[in-house]
């Protein structure tokens, strides 16, 4: 079972404009749904709605989390070959593949290049076919 939105939502859209993969729809100012089937329960959802309309997948509500405790990926790169899997699901555009120090250089790794626009939605972890992504809590 995924994320729910209760009818404590006042339509802000902030979940909507969040979601990584634009499974929240709704008009401004009425009650937004959840489609179930694209809903990947990473809970950001619940992360920003000041309202307490979202609950998660066993029934609780979900409370707001300051973003600077949002969790983000941390790249371990000797795991990570660089696919850059992770680097094209990231719909916030966080990641990216590091620049090579020389030319030739096949050392390249992925990298949180703007943890600002990370929004801790963990589908960089699920993605990754060599475990090199892991989700930390911010500190």
Excluded at 99 to 116: H, S, T, Y
Aim: charged share 15%; glycine share 6%; aromatic share 4%.
């Amino acid at each position: 079972m995924a994320y729910n939105i209760t009818d404590k939502c006042n339509g802000c859209t902030a979940c909507s404009k969040l979601c990584p993969v634009y499974a929240i729809t709704g008009q401004k100012s009425a009650v937004h749904v959840i489609n179930q089937r694209r809903c990947v329960n990473c809970g950001i959802c619940g992360h920003v709605c000041q309202s307490h309309a979202i609950v998660n997948s066993e029934g609780q509500v979900c409370v707001p989390l300051k973003r600077s405790l949002w969790p983000k990926p941390v790249i371990n790169k000797e795991l990570c070959s660089a696919c850059s899997i992770c680097v094209c699901d990231c719909t916030p555009r966080a990641l990216r593949i590091s620049m090579p120090k020389f030319r030739g250089d096949i050392n390249v790794f992925c990298e949180l290049a703007n943890p600002q626009k990370c929004i801790g939605c963990a589908i960089c972890e699920s993605r990754c076919p060599m475990g090199a992504v892991k989700m930390a809590a911010s500190k």
